[in-house]
């Protein structure tokens, strides 16, 4: 089964900086890309998304330390993080939608940010 493939998670202290990236290598037609993050206890959440023609949304609480982007050529999907919070430490999944062959989701890297 092609799934997409999340990686660059890891361990940073508050205010640090860490970059994710979502391989999408073996799915075709995709339309947009998005990021979701889900933490213990919470509901999974939105954190951002792109469309094919690059229109991008952010959730409120990472606009203006989140910036997502893609690059068409690889399949590839990424994700800036800077200036991160405690509050920021989540499990980090993206979804891939096409526009003919359905939804695909990765596993997931996890990001833990320490106070």
């Known amino acids: 089964q092609v799934q997409p493939v999340e990686s660059g998670g890891g361990l940073v202290q508050a205010g640090g900086s860490l970059r994710l990236s979502c391989a999408a290598s073996?799915?075709?037609?995709?339309?947009?890309m998005a990021w979701y993050r889900q933490a213990p206890g919470k509901q999974t959440e939105l954190v951002a998304r792109?469309?094919?023609?690059?229109?991008?949304i952010y959730a409120d609480s990472v606009k203006g330390r989140f910036t997502i982007s893609r690059d068409n050529g690889k399949s590839t999907m990424y994700l800036q993080m800077s200036s991160l919070k405690p509050e920021d430490t989540a499990r980090y999944l993206c979804?891939?939608?096409?526009?003919?062959?359905?939804?695909?989701w990765g596993q997931g890297t996890q990001v833990t940010v320490s106070s």
């Open positions: 979804l891939i939608n096409t526009w003919s062959r359905g939804n695909y």
């Open positions: 073996g799915i075709s037609s995709i339309h947009t």
């Open positions: 792109i469309t094919s023609d690059g229109s991008t």
